[in-house]
């Protein structure tokens, strides 16, 4: 418990710091759309693009690993779209918004730390694989599903949809950069030590802003607003993708316990604060996303010391 409150609470912290500091008059209302540019245009892609550059290829291609990590995601991500279509009528780009509230981790903040605490540096693989899933391909194919759904209102040719949306996907920089990075350590130079230095400098940067940034938006915003599907996302987080996480893990890793351990570890994490940069950034579905990244956050105290319980993890 104590190693969890060790990593949740600062977490919760600089979140509540955003909210003070708005609430205050601190900072301008206009902050968290200053913060946002600032993530999504250099913190955010400058971090990706370290953490693909230096990157063992042969590490992260676990087979078995990634197929049970992503079949859980597959799996609350599609039941997260049918429920937002079904039960709250939301519209293509929102219901993708919903589904991957569901499955984006906060692999980098929470993740990082409880693996190295509890297993020490040589687990840290796994970790970097979830996160490259999370930055990469969830981001890759919400941005996507948010393209597509602001488009296809517009009419027009489906051919040029297409192009339209793969040239805005195109130039993403949270989605160029870590494409950037694996196509950098493919070819096994290594990063010259003041790109290092720079990168580790702005990076970590990117966190912090995005959680302050949140923050910031919930000023005056009530926090009843939405909370059925805040409460469903929030249950899909922190108790149906570790679950269903668990039953591909046990399948496919039950004869590495470490490592199906740090599979449902991955999975059941609260929702990741970057992901609200995304949603900011192209106005869909804003503050439901802030709300869920804020209550899964304060619960998964709660929902990962029974992780730790049931997993026997000391």
């Known amino acids: 418990m104590t190693l969890i409150i060790n990593v949740v609470l600062p977490v919760f912290a600089i979140l509540g ?14 902050g968290s759309d200053a913060l946002n540019g600032f993530v999504y245009y250099f913190a955010l892609p400058i971090l990706l693009f370290k953490a693909m550059a230096q990157v063992d290829a042969a590490t992260v291609l676990n087979g078995s690993y990634i197929g049970a990590y992503l079949a859980g995601q597959a799996v609350t991500f599609g039941l997260g779209i049918a429920l937002a279509w079904i039960v709250f009528r939301l519209s293509l780009a929102e219901a993708a918004s919903h589904g991957t509230v569901g499955i984006y981790g906060n692999v980098g903040y929470m993740g990082i730390p409880l693996v190295l605490a509890v297993f020490g540096e040589g687990a840290l693989p796994p970790v970097v694989i979830a996160t490259i899933i999370n930055a990469a391909f969830n981001i890759a194919v919400l941005t996507i599903f948010i393209e597509i759904g602001q488009r296809s209102g517009q009419g027009g040719h489906s051919g040029r949809m297409v192009r339209d949306v793969l040239w805005a996907v ?5 989605l160029v950069a870590p494409i950037l990075g694996f196509l950098w350590a493919l070819t096994g130079a290594p990063l010259p030590q003041p790109l290092i230095t720079f990168g580790s ?14 923050g910031l938006f919930l000023v005056g915003k009530p926090l009843s ?11 899909l987080k922190l108790v149906f993708h570790p679950i269903v996480t668990f039953g591909f893990a046990w399948w496919l890793l039950r004869d590495q316990l470490q490592l199906m351990t740090i599979c449902v570890l991955m999975a059941a994490l609260p929702t990741g604060a970057n992901l609200f940069i995304l949603a900011q950034r192209y106005g869909v579905y804003v503050y439901r996303t802030s709300t869920a990244i804020l209550a899964s956050t304060v619960l998964s105290v709660a929902t990962l010391s029974v992780f ?7």
């Open 201 to 214: 400098i702005f990076g970590a940067a990117a966190g912090p802003c995005a959680l302050f940034s949140i």
């Open 225 to 235: 607003e939405g909370r059925a599907e805040v409460a469903l996302m929030t249950a």
């Open 308 to 314: 730790f319980l049931l997993f026997e993890v000391r």
């Open 170 to 174: 195109s130039k993403n920089p949270i």
């Open 17 to 30: 710091a955003g909210y003070f500091a708005g609430r205050l008059k601190l900072v301008c209302e206009g």
